[in-house]
């Protein structure tokens, strides 16, 4: 069996935030977007003069597709990231961490969010730009939720896992 590292709680946070607050989010979102690329450069060779992916962004329609797809998401990351944690680390301090990688996705995520929504302030905001702002704040909350409910305390279970073993 792996040994688990110890580490302080603000470096798992900064793991923790990277890959389930950003890489696979952002993996993710690259994905469906080649995904919808690729269906609408299908229509378009095809012929199909007027294919609904070409003007969905623009559409009320949409905005609950995106808002399922981010909560899956966010979701995704949370879990998967939990998980490598749980098996790498030794977590001690589980709301601690929970909150430092809250903390770098609002500084981070919450930053950028801000400054994309007032950049499209002076060109005139449309739907897509409230729906991704609100996105964000979304992504944010839901990703301190599911947080406490997929990262646990791995000390407990290492050192009972350690006295089995010495038995």
Not at 89 to 112: E, F, H, L, Q, R
């Amino acid at each position: 069996m792996e040994d688990k590292k110890e580490s302080t709680n603000w470096k798992i946070a900064v793991i923790y935030y990277l890959i389930g607050g950003l890489i696979v989010p952002s993996l993710a979102a690259m994905a469906i977007a080649a995904f919808a690329g690729f269906i609408t450069s299908i229509a378009i060779v095809s012929g199909a003069k007027y294919f609904f992916l070409s003007s969905l962004s623009t559409k009320p329609g949409i905005v609950p597709v995106m808002v399922i797809l981010n909560i899956f998401i966010i979701w995704l990351g949370v879990r998967y990231c939990a998980g490598y944690l749980k098996k790498k680390y030794i977590i001690k301090d589980v709301g601690s961490i929970i909150k430092t990688a809250t903390i770098y996705m609002i500084v981070v995520n919450g930053t950028w969010a801000l400054i994309d929504f007032g950049l499209k302030i002076s060109k005139g905001i449309q739907l897509v730009d409230i729906t991704a702002l609100f996105n964000s704040v979304l992504g944010i909350i839901l990703f301190y939720i599911f947080s406490k409910k997929y990262i646990q305390n791995t000390e407990i279970a290492s050192s009972q896992t350690q006295q089995n073993v010495n038995i």
